[in-house]
């Protein structure tokens, strides 16, 4: 099989990138290791930023999130030294987010996709990129029968995530790679029951952190602060209930709405970055691109950020022979990237007490209320945040 361009991997990245060519005539072909049910229902980010529905907006990708995805503008903060509250809508730029659950936007992208008629190649594992110095490279897969074959295009968009065939395919000297382990893990949970606040709630307690994020009405995601290497099911629900309510201070500031937990999964705290994000015809895009800690809640807004400004390079180096954004393609998105992780480790340290063997702990611990204070009081401190928190 041949195409324009190749797009490996069909998340947020992938599925913006293919609606977008194919939108331009682009001739492409999208290859996906799972099924279409699997790729439609995996439940992750929610909030999605001002700019990421410019985006899709001016795509005509964004009725379902008009439709049914719910305006967000406030946090909470709860630590040791009481509660406040945040408008962030109202502070720095004035943006505010949309609450959308990840796999709506991709169940949207999707349809849209197939129904202007774009190619998708679904249980397919690309296995590797070869010839990415040349203008023919080859995608080598694994088809749903687990039968090789090769694949070839004029380039390849690697959006197939952080263990994904794009990656692997670099040879080692021709990127950078920047890793941080942030030491922190976080048990990402879905239950099934109501928002308990109208907020995002940021948890900072003595026991560890704990998060409060409103999906839907029925659906709300919780984030428990736990060991390292910790088994997802090593926690019953009573014990994760009782701890959610313990942290967040529920006997102060209101009960929690408990429900069924549906969904669990232990997150490391990582950041990880590639540098150059193009070798040759294969670029990469999304968590291919850079991994961030759900922190700060960027991942899927830079997956999509990314897709179009690769699509709009791809077109005028396709279409009009013209190369120079491919050219400025990584370091524009780097530029990004690298506010994105800034941002997004001020929220791990502003979130998270000193691990037990910390010699410094009293001296971190010190620091990281003094952080929450600065941003309890300050205006200036408030604007930076909004900006930084909404934008991207
Ligand atoms: P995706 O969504 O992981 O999609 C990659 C696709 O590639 C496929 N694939 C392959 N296909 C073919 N061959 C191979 N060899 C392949 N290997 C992989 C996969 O099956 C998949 O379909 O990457 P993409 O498009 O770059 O999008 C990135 C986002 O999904 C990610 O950054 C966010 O979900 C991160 N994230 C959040 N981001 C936010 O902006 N806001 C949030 O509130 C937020 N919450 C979260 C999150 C991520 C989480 N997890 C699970 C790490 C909450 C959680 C719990």
């Known amino acids: 099989d041949t195409a324009e361009v190749i797009v490996l991997g069909a998340g947020p990245a992938g599925l913006v990138l293919g609606n977008l060519l194919l939108a331009s005539g682009v001739d492409c072909l999208v290859v996906e290791r799972a099924d279409r049910e ?82 998708i190649s679904f249980g397919t594992e690309a296995v590797a990129v070869v010839g990415a110095e040349t203008l023919r490279p080859t995608v080598t897969v694994h088809d749903t029968d687990g039968r090789p074959a090769r694949w070839q295009a004029r380039y390849v968009a690697g959006c197939d995530g952080r263990h994904g065939a794009a990656r692997r395919s670099l040879p080692t000297c021709a990127v950078r790679r920047h890793h941080r382990d942030h030491g922190v893990s976080w048990l990402g949970l879905l239950a099934e029951a109501p928002p308990s606040l109208d907020a995002v709630g940021y948890a900072v307690h003595g026991r560890g952190f704990a998060g409060h994020m409103a999906r839907t009405p029925e659906v709300t995601r919780y984030y428990l602060q736990c060991e390292r290497g910790e088994a997802a099911d090593a926690w019953s629900e009573q014990r994760i209930w009782d701890e959610l309510a313990l942290r967040m201070r529920s006997s102060e500031y209101g009960e929690l709405h408990r429900g069924p937990i549906v969904q669990r999964t232990v997150v490391d705290l990582e950041s990880d970055v590639l540098e150059p994000l193009r070798y040759g015809s294969l670029l990469l895009a999304g968590d291919a691109a850079s991994l961030l800690s759900p922190s700060a809640a960027k991942g899927a807004n830079l997956a999509v950020l990314e897709a179009e400004l690769l699509a709009e390079a791809l077109v005028d180096d396709l279409r009009r022979g013209d190369g120079t954004a491919l050219d400025h393609y990584s370091a524009r998105c780097l530029a990004h990237i690298w506010r994105a992780q800034a941002f997004s480790h001020w929220m791990i340290r502003l979130l998270h007490g000193p691990s037990g063997s910390d010699p410094d702990s009293l001296f971190h611990n010190s620091l990281r209320r003094s952080r929450v204070e600065s941003l309890r009081v300050s205006r200036s401190q408030q604007d930076w945040f909004a900006e930084q928190y909404v934008g991207v």
């Open 38 to 119: 699997q790729v439609q229902t995996r439940a992750r980010a929610g909030f999605l930023a001002a700019n990421t529905v410019r985006i899709l907006d001016r795509h005509g990708l964004a009725d379902g999130l008009h439709r049914h995805g719910r305006e967000h503008t406030v946090c909470e903060f709860r630590t040791e030294d009481g509660r406040f509250r945040l408008d962030y809508g109202a502070l720095g730029l004035g943006e505010r987010h949309t609450v959308y659950p990840q796999q709506e936007l991709v169940r949207d992208l999707l349809t849209r996709y197939l129904d202007a008629g774009g190619r």
